[in-house]
């Protein structure tokens, strides 16, 4: 019944299928709210270049295996990691995923605000976990936004948030409050299919990741239509002495989200949701857990392989599994390149 009622719901308009859940009382679409989230987010950029209203130059020296010892002279609070491997090589640009500034990891596209050294990470270094976890946290990132926009605009869906998952649990995941009508309803195939889709338009746009830290205060006018997020500053904000609270962006989608995140949305080449699950929890509201799987282009899998990783991303990732993966994807730092892509 809920099967059939669901699929009543589902229509084809103008930017796809989307999908209904219970309306609101009086408040923002979600579009307004994303746009209003979008809106800020550019406007305190703008507010915090402004503090620098004169170029001062910094000194960045390179410390890879490549051009060791290389001295580029940037733009403080301008320049980014990625600017720096312009400078270097093509290769650079195409394979960097994140940097390390002074053994800090950094976002490719964070502006970097003193003389520092830097170097860069790819999926092929030979530990690759925080490439790994970024491109985790990116491809869960992007699956918000594909939920958020997935019912029509007169109906809300709360984003709850991305759990921490390491590569070796199976799938990336993200937890959402969906109306309680739904509570009975699973997903469908082609519910999943359309779901994908609108996220391989989003990987197809080639769009960047930036970052912004912002005070407490900045943070919550933007998320305060989302208790859940309001919840998140607060903890964020007090786990620093200055209060500060990081927020990710790609193409107008804001999140609260420590990062780092890969550098562009184009990075994820096979990419698929694929299951969604209620979650057994203390809270009024149910809780589903949506997941997925990516591989990224620089490690395309063999169709017999993705097929694999597709199955396996479709088991509830639990709590449990996830610090069983973490536990067990710290034994098998010393495997092969092979079995380290594989286990993504």
């Not at 519910?191 to 338009?201: E, G, R, V």
């Not at 699950?277 to 997941?291: A, C, D, K, P």
Request: charged letters at 30%; one cysteine or more.
């Amino acid at each position: 019944m809920a099967a059939r009622w669901a699929a009543r719901c589902l229509r084809a308009g103008r930017e796809g299928r989307r999908f209904v859940s219970t309306p609101a009382a009086s408040r923002l679409t979600s579009e307004e709210i994303i746009q209003m989230r979008n809106e800020l987010f550019t406007k305190e950029k703008e507010r915090q270049l402004s503090l620098y209203p004169r170029i001062e130059k910094i000194e960045v020296k390179y410390t890879g295996k490549s051009h060791p010892g290389s001295l580029l002279i940037m733009n403080k609070a301008l320049s980014t990691p990625y600017n720096c491997a312009m400078h270097l090589s093509e290769w650079h640009c195409k394979k960097s995923v994140l940097a390390l500034v002074d053994g800090e990891v950094w976002d490719m596209y964070r502006p970097l605000t003193k003389s520092c050294e830097i170097q860069f990470l790819t999926f092929k270094d030979e530990d690759p976990e925080e490439v790994n976890k970024a491109y985790w946290r990116s491809c869960a990132m992007i699956m918000a936004c594909v939920l958020k926009r997935a019912f029509k605009d007169e109906y809300s869906v709360n984003l709850v948030k991305a759990p921490e998952v390491p590569v070796i649990s199976g799938a990336f995941c993200y937890d959402v409050i969906l109306d309680n009508r739904l509570n009975d309803w699973q997903p469908t195939k082609d519910n999943l299919n359309s779901l994908t889709k609108d996220a391989s338009k989003l990987i197809y746009k080639d769009l960047p990741f930036e970052t912004l830290q912002v005070e407490a205060k900045v943070a919550r006018e933007m998320f305060q239509h989302n208790k859940y997020k309001m919840e998140m500053i607060e903890q964020k904000a007090s786990q620093n002495m200055e209060g500060i609270v990081t927020l990710h962006r790609f193409g107008d989608f804001v999140d609260v989200s420590e990062g780092p995140h890969i550098p562009r949305t184009s990075f994820c080449f096979q990419y698929e949701i694929t299951a969604a699950h209620n979650l057994q929890t203390n809270q009024s509201e149910l809780i589903r857990r949506f997941q997925g799987v990516s591989l990224p282009v620089h490690l395309r899998a063999h169709h017999t392989v993705w097929h694999k990783l597709l199955e396996r991303s479709k088991w509830l990732v639990t709590e449990e599994k996830i610090v069983e993966a973490a536990a067990e994807s710290h034994e098998e730092k010393g495997g092969t390149e092979e079995e380290k892509t594989l286990s993504i």
